[in-house]
């Protein structure tokens, strides 16, 4: 099972999605539903994005878990 734990490392960071939104350049709707769990794919210009905004690696956010 995948897992995304992108509102943790914004927490983190202290960032809001809407300033991840505005660095990154992905939609602030789009943010919100990866912080929520609510997709079933990525894009891969999105994950680069985010990384690149929050100065971070795809697996720091992006886990996987055996079932």
């Not at 943790?8 to 991840?20: E, F, N, P, S």
């Not at 994950?47 to 079932?67: G, H, Q, R, T």
Request: hydrophobic fraction near 40%; glycine fraction near 4%; charged fraction near 30%.
């Amino acid at each position: 099972m995948i897992r995304l734990e992108l509102q943790r490392i914004l927490d983190k960071q202290g960032l809001t999605q809407t300033a991840l939104a505005e660095t990154s350049g992905v939609r602030q709707a789009r943010i919100s539903h990866i912080c929520r769990g609510y997709v079933e794919r990525l894009e891969l210009k999105h994950i680069d994005a985010i990384c690149k905004a929050l100065d971070v690696e795809p697996w720091e956010w992006i886990m996987y878990e055996k079932d």
